[in-house]
């Protein structure tokens, strides 16, 4: 008689739930669900008056509603999508942490939100290492398919080169490629790989001949090759440069813009060295001990300053040099109060107005040099606009060393002055060395080619009838100044085809190794102490190509494993 009282209210309070629209929710029986809501009510709510009040309050338009019509939402919220395993298939990402953390940490959210119910269906998603591992081939063989079928396509391209050795002591060689598609220059991820055993000429030249074989990609089709001016690619007799050349000899050689302004700022005479290794020895005496640090950081901190800490100096980073000297300069006045009680000697050079007023210069000059460095950086350059850039720098340079005579005669600094401008006069010499060899005057034509003197071009005759027929061609001027450099000698190309070819030589060929920087910060990222087996050329490709793998396809050929 009790369990039939028990049941019986059981049955009842059952009918309340759904005669209000509610269901047990699926986190806690005991706790009410709103299947017009979406949202599990607290346990106060379970008495029938105040389910009646939650649906006179906030559905009132629901009220009256039949069983029948809150039973159908109850079937709406168990009722399974259709082809689950194929959504899951494509939902996947090419992570390997999926399963140990990604999974766990959606299931949690899913089930606190919806309820359990629709959190297990995100177990149907293949997500174990092995699989993604498959899947991270799969689509990256994709997306080289579709580069290796664009080159073949356009058969005109540009590359770019670079060597490297990541954290496991393996070499690895990256190439970018640039390219035309659909009348625009693309660049994207060419290959990693690695060099097996020595990093000479004739191994790297063996790599990406052997690349080109594979794909069935002509050397005739290269234009231009760029690539840091280490001996091994430029070397006279047998870099990669002549490997190259032996194969296709109209392809232009490029030493990376960016290399060769680094190296113009790593020239100066002897006092002003002494005063760069004297600035380095005092931030190294502090950031070497991490107590000194922890120190120093709290002194600025009183001092109110807007940094705390000091700057490492790294001589393989390109803008190194000027972060250190500024922020040694900005925070002098707290490195000579921490450093007076310990030693005297860095103490002696913050004292002389000199030694500080050459800090300043050093760091003014590495903040030019700086700006320079990271205006030749990016996608989409080209020798004629690095060019403009870095001829203009030379020119500020000359100005500056004009005007540091001029307006420093009446300062009682002569030897001052006379170090500063024998250090200008060493940075022309030293852009004049590296970038003497930039003849940017003759493709003035390509950029502008309505603003071009056609006597003064060393152009065939068939090229210059081209280009005085297109400077007459009123429907390209217009669009010369609306659209890219690469779209208006695209469409010229259909009427002006040798001058336009000239032009995509130049636009194409690649000014630095920019994008193999990139390439190798992205390896250092992925390829780490706690994963240095890996083959990381897949994952480099999907990480880094802007091409994206046609899941669709992909799909259609495998087998959606709900089990996985």
Request: with cysteine; proline share 3%.
């Amino acid at each position: 008689k009790l369990h039939y009282s028990k049941n019986r209210k059981k049955r009842k309070y059952d009918e309340d739930y759904l005669k209000y629209g509610f269901i047990p929710s699926d986190n806690d029986p005991s706790l009410p669900f709103c299947m017009i809501c979406r949202r599990t009510l607290s346990n106060e709510a379970m008495l029938p008056s105040k389910l009646h009040r939650h649906i006179e309050a906030k559905h009132r338009e629901q009220m009256g509603n039949p069983i029948s019509y809150f039973e159908s939402l109850t079937e709406m919220k168990s009722k399974k999508p259709t082809k689950v395993n194929e959504k899951a298939l494509r939902a996947k990402k090419p992570h390997t942490i999926a399963e140990t953390l990604i999974m766990p940490a959606a299931i949690d959210m899913c089930r606190e939100m919806f309820g359990k119910a629709l959190a297990s269906k995100l177990k149907t998603i293949p997500i174990s290492n092995d699989t993604i591992q498959r899947r991270i081939t799969l689509a990256a063989a994709d997306v080289e398919e579709q580069l290796i079928s664009r080159l073949q396509d356009c058969k005109q391209f540009a590359i770019q080169l670079d060597e490297s050795t990541d954290v496991s002591g393996q070499a690895q060689l990256i190439a970018y490629v640039r390219y035309i598609w659909m009348d625009e220059v693309e660049e994207d991820f060419l290959f990693c790989k690695v060099c097996p055993g020595h990093t000479t000429s004739a191994e790297l030249f063996a790599i990406l001949d052997n690349f080109m074989a594979a794909n069935s990609i002509e050397w005739s089709w290269c234009i231009g090759v760029c690539t840091d001016g280490a001996a091994a690619m430029t070397g006279k007799r047998t870099g990669l440069w002549e490997r190259v050349r032996s194969n296709v000899p109209t392809a232009t050689f490029t030493h990376c813009m960016i290399h060769r302004e680094s190296l113009t700022s790593k020239r100066m005479n002897a006092n002003l060295k002494s005063i760069f290794d004297q600035a380095i020895k005092i931030v190294n005496y502090i950031k070497a001990h991490p107590l000194n640090s922890r120190l120093f950081a709290s002194l600025c901190s009183n001092m109110d300053f807007d940094h705390e800490q000091l700057l490492m100096h790294t001589e393989v980073r390109w803008l190194s040099r000027g972060k250190v000297f500024n922020r040694l300069f900005e925070l002098r006045d707290a490195v000579r109060e921490f450093l007076g009680g310990k030693i005297s000697q860095p103490v002696v050079h913050l004292n002389d107005n000199s030694w500080v007023a050459a800090l300043a210069y050093l760091a003014d000059i590495f903040e030019q040099l700086n700006k320079l460095n990271s205006s030749l950086q990016g996608k989409h350059t080209n020798l004629i606009t690095l060019s403009d850039k870095v001829s203009a720098f030379m020119k500020k340079l000359d100005l500056w060393k004009t005007r540091l005579f001029q307006e420093n005669a009446e300062i009682n600094k002569p030897e001052l002055v006379k170090l500063i401008s024998e250090h200008i006069q060493s940075l022309l010499d030293q852009f004049n060395f590296y970038f003497g060899d930039l003849n940017v005057e003759s493709f003035s034509w390509v950029s502008s080619p309505f603003l071009a003197h056609i006597d003064s071009l060393n152009l065939p005759t068939s090229e210059l009838n081209q280009l005085i027929e297109l400077t007459s061609d009123t429907t390209l001027k217009m669009m010369h100044p609306r659209v890219s450099l690469m779209k208006f000698w695209t469409q010229a190309s259909h009427e002006y085809p040798e001058l336009s070819q000239k032009a995509f030589k130049i636009i194409l060929s690649f000014a630095t190794s920019y994008l193999c920087e990139c390439g190798f910060s992205a390896l250092v990222t992925i390829k780490t102490k706690c994963r240095s087996r890996l083959e990381v050329e897949d994952e480099l490709r999907l990480s880094l190509s802007s091409i994206t793998p046609r899941l669709d396809k992909l799909c259609s050929n495998l087998q959606a494993q709900g089990s996985h």
